[in-house]
């Protein structure tokens, strides 16, 4: 009898295991903090047009500013190869708009980055290959994946899948490859996200995609990601959602959760002029031109800052852990 139920908890215990397993499926990666308990690191997006439309200029001004924070690593919000991803693993693009551009020594460090829609253009697999990793070791690309730097967790999420209107645009066609059945491919990418942010223990969780869930610029909030992606971050205590997508750079806050929505898309063309009726109370800052952002993040402060083509600061937005809990 003993014997039996002992075998009925193992088995119990082996199919819990079975099942969570087939769930956490995210890739995991470990990025220590500093010496001293803190992080830094630069977020940019949109940029690989090969130096083109300032993007050498924003690259410049980044090396300055990583060189400054010392930073950890580099956040990359999608859209790297203009205008249609890469052709294959051995496109020259890779070099002419990443290696050779993103050149100081401030900025020889890990890029984390996520894929956006013109990517899905090209070669969409080239982008994930490790012979990209072998010809420039600073390159970690996967459609979705963890970073666990100790008190910060980054969960990367490959946001282009989740937009209804590019299975149906008659101007461009997607590499879906990997991707379908789309429906479950999604439904495993929202579970997978779910599990990894309800399990995370780390004092901040920062997600980050290419596609903006709120923005001013020409896209606007991806309805889609309203949809499926922001009721997982708003039950799971989110602290920053990152992107790109729209090429300006913007703050916006939310009213209903503690979310800041920051747009990191101006790594190269700008200067849109388009910027949409916005919420006023969220509206935090909106630049429509080119530039990037820092983070600097301490188990209770984190302080995120915003930089145009020529390194000079255009917002500053900080905010404290000690200090949500008290209210
Ligand atoms: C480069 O940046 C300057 C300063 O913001 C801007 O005036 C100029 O239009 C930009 N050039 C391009 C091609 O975007």
Known sequence: MINRIIMALAFLA???LIMTSSFAELQRFQHPAKGDGSLSFLVVGDWGRRGFYNQSQVA????????????????????????????????PAFEESFTKIYTAKSLQKKWYTVLGNHDYRGDVEAQLSPVLRKIDSRWICLRSFIVNAEFVDFFFVDTTPFVDAYLTDPDHTYNWRG?????????????DLELGLRESRAKWKIVVGHHGIRSAGHHGDTQDLVDRLLPI??????????????????HITSLDSPIQYLTSGGGSKAWGHEFRDYDKDAMKFFYDGQGFMSVYITPTDAKIVVYDVFGQVLHKWSTSKELHSAI
């Open 14 to 16: 082996l199919a819990s």
């Open 60 to 91: 410049v001004q980044m090396g300055k500013v990583a060189e400054k924070l010392d930073i950890d690593f580099v956040v990359s919000t999608g859209d790297n190869f203009y205008d249609d991803g890469l052709e294959g693993e051995t496109d």
């Open 179 to 191: 991707v379908i059945p789309r429906e479950n491919y999604l439904a495993n990418l929202q579970k």
């Open 233 to 250: 971050l708003k039950a799971n205590d989110v602290d920053l959602y990152m992107n790109g997508h729209d090429h300006c750079l913007e």
